[in-house]
């Protein structure tokens, strides 16, 4: 109580999670989501919270709430006594995926999309009948969305910001292998360096100066290689189509190579030109690091990234 015997001065556990919550999401509709309360409600308990400090705590803008200094203060606090309540309770998250429902939001490169996210959401769909995957473009918001829980997992070889307070985990280990259609005129079976340097290329700029195609454009420069890019494409997607259908060649990463490949009954080619190899990680907040919905789906996509 306070000098005069008024509890109302302390903050309940719930307030304390709104606080949290809010200022990770900068968002009421999604506070609201997370913690399975309608909007009017939060925005009720967020008026209560004003007027015990006598501080506005978040102001609205075009975009998100943005927290004031007093928010920042008392958020730090909130978090310390919300992990201590946990640790003394032994309050232990309980996640069952053939009950759940939660949505989960991976942030991944276009070329997840047929390599492993259908084999993961084939397996979810044996066991958690009701869980949902939503798939997040990788781009400079994604550290943000990762520690606010907009986002639980980022997947891919070239993720920004993945510095302090992220854990990571490598899974795949990527080399480069090149693809020609089965019926182009001049190249049949294997790539010479010569063919590699007369023929047309596709290219792909996903990632820019820190994605795939400036991997290989580094590469070429050290050899002193020239490749001749007639078309660019933003994602790996359209490729085996334009591939199958010209005189056109292109290099890529081998998993997604060999599913295109499959796809469209291409010519698997050795790259002429030495070409390093890179790391295909997934990426999480440590705040959500012993979450078991979240250990539980980095399960299922390291089991099935190979």
């Excluded at 919270?49 to 909130?78: C, S």
């Excluded at 050899?223 to 591939?243: C, D, N, W």
């Excluded at 190579?257 to 009954?265: H, N, V």
């Amino acid at each position: 109580m306070d000098e005069h015997g008024d509890s109302s001065a302390y903050f309940e556990v719930k307030q304390l999670q709104l606080l949290d919550v809010l200022h990770s999401t900068r968002s009421v509709t999604r506070t609201a989501e997370r913690l399975g309360q309608t909007q009017p409600t939060i925005s009720t308990w967020l008026k209560q919270i004003r007027d015990k400090v006598g501080d506005p705590l978040f102001i609205r803008t075009a975009k998100e709430m943005i927290p004031t200094p007093r928010a920042d203060q008392i958020v730090e606090k909130a978090r310390a006594i919300l992990e201590a309540m946990r640790q003394l309770s032994g309050d232990v998250p309980h996640f069952d995926p053939a009950t759940s429902s939660r949505v989960f939001r991976m942030c991944a490169p276009d070329s997840a999309h047929i390599t492993m996210i259908p084999r993961l959401l084939q397996c979810i769909r044996g066991i958690a009948p009701n869980v949902q995957v939503e798939t997040l473009p990788i781009n400079e918001h994604t550290a943000q969305m990762l520690e606010s829980g907009d986002a639980d997992l980022a997947y891919g070889g070239f993720v920004p910001g993945m510095d302090t307070g992220f854990y990571q985990q490598a899974l795949i280990k990527q080399d480069f292998i090149c693809l020609a259609s089965m019926d182009h005129p001049r190249i049949k079976g294997t790539l010479t360096l010569d063919d590699y340097q007369r023929e047309a290329h596709v290219a792909v700029s996903y990632g820019g100066i820190h994605g795939v195609n400036a991997l290989i454009q580094s590469a070429l420069h050290a050899q002193q290689v020239e490749r001749r890019v007639l078309l660019t494409l933003a994602g790996f997607l359209g490729i085996g189509k334009v591939i199958a259908s010209t005189d056109l060649i292109t290099t890529l990463p081998h998993n997604i190579a060999e599913t295109l490949a499959a796809q469209y009954e291409l010519q698997l080619l050795e790259c002429p030109v030495r070409i390093p190899s890179y790391m295909i990680r997934q990426y999480w907040h440590a705040r959500y690091h012993r979450d078991p919905g979240n250990q539980w789906l980095r399960r299922l996509c390291a089991q099935y990234a190979e």
